[in-house]
């Protein structure tokens, strides 16, 4: 008995080439087409810049004509971007934009903000990542200090889960800072 226990356990042993090893972890391989840009202007609206070919421009239910959504379906997320004339009231507008980022605090890990200065186009802003399971990724603003305001915000149809959105996150995160490096004033506002 003891020798056909020895002789099971050393056919088992001579038996077995292949190593038996654990299989990894699977991760989630998500490819979004590269970003490729047009030109997007829309007529009464005194601002331009480029933006995405795969985004869908749709009207805001704001009802403001200059206020749009760039809808990405693939992406189920959306880049809201509000334009306001300034007048005499660039203080709030400032204020306004600069407690936007703030209101995420509570579910954000950390909100980081970057200053923008295009003196070329005269467009001089801030540009604000958040990390964490905030329901707004990144969010913009955008101005020349004397007649335009241009802000935007990231959010997404699902539930917050930054390490879920955090590929879509990213992709969205370089359309705006595409935007921004593109935006430009298109006249100058009439009273």
């Given at each position: 008995m003891k020798k056909?226990?020895?002789l099971i356990f050393l056919a088992g042993l001579i038996s077995c080439?292949?190593?038996v090893q654990p299989k990894p972890g699977a991760y989630l391989a998500l490819e979004y087409p590269e970003a490729l840009y047009s030109s997007f202007s829309k007529e009464d609206c005194p601002y331009q810049f480029e933006k995405n070919i795969e985004a869908e421009v749709e009207p805001s239910r704001a009802g403001n004509e200059c206020w749009i959504n760039l809808e990405y379906p693939e992406l189920k997320g959306t880049i809201f971007i509000t334009y306001?004339?300034?007048r005499n009231n660039l203080d709030s507008l400032l204020t306004?934009?600069?407690?936007l980022p703030l209101q995420h605090t509570i579910k954000a890990d950390a909100i980081e903000g970057s200053i923008y200065t295009n003196e070329f186009n005269r467009a001089y802003g801030m540009f604000y990542q958040v990390e964490g399971n905030a329901a707004s990724q990144a969010q913009f603003y955008l101005t020349d200090s004397t007649s335009h305001f241009l802000t935007g915000s990231v959010y997404f149809q699902a539930q917050p889960n930054f390490d879920s959105i955090l590929p879509a996150a990213a992709y969205l995160k370089e359309d705006i800072k595409h935007l921004m490096e593109?935006?430009?004033w298109k006249k100058e506002l009439q009273d």
């Amino acid at each position: 008995m003891k020798k056909l226990i020895v002789l099971i356990f050393l056919a088992g042993l001579i038996s077995c080439e292949d190593e038996v090893q654990p299989k990894p972890g699977a991760y989630l391989a998500l490819e979004y087409p590269e970003a490729l840009y047009s030109s997007f202007s829309k007529e009464d609206c005194p601002y331009q810049f480029e933006k995405n070919i795969e985004a869908e421009v749709e009207p805001s239910r704001a009802g403001n004509e200059c206020w749009i959504n760039l809808e990405y379906p693939e992406l189920k997320g959306t880049i809201f971007i509000t334009y306001q004339p300034v007048r005499n009231n660039l203080d709030s507008l400032l204020t306004d934009a600069q407690k936007l980022p703030l209101q995420h605090t509570i579910k954000a890990d950390a909100i980081e903000g970057s200053i923008y200065t295009n003196e070329f186009n005269r467009a001089y802003g801030m540009f604000y990542q958040v990390e964490g399971n905030a329901a707004s990724q990144a969010q913009f603003y955008l101005t020349d200090s004397t007649s335009h305001f241009l802000t935007g915000s990231v959010y997404f149809q699902a539930q917050p889960n930054f390490d879920s959105i955090l590929p879509a996150a990213a992709y969205l995160k370089e359309d705006i800072k595409h935007l921004m490096e593109t935006v430009q004033w298109k006249k100058e506002l009439q009273d």
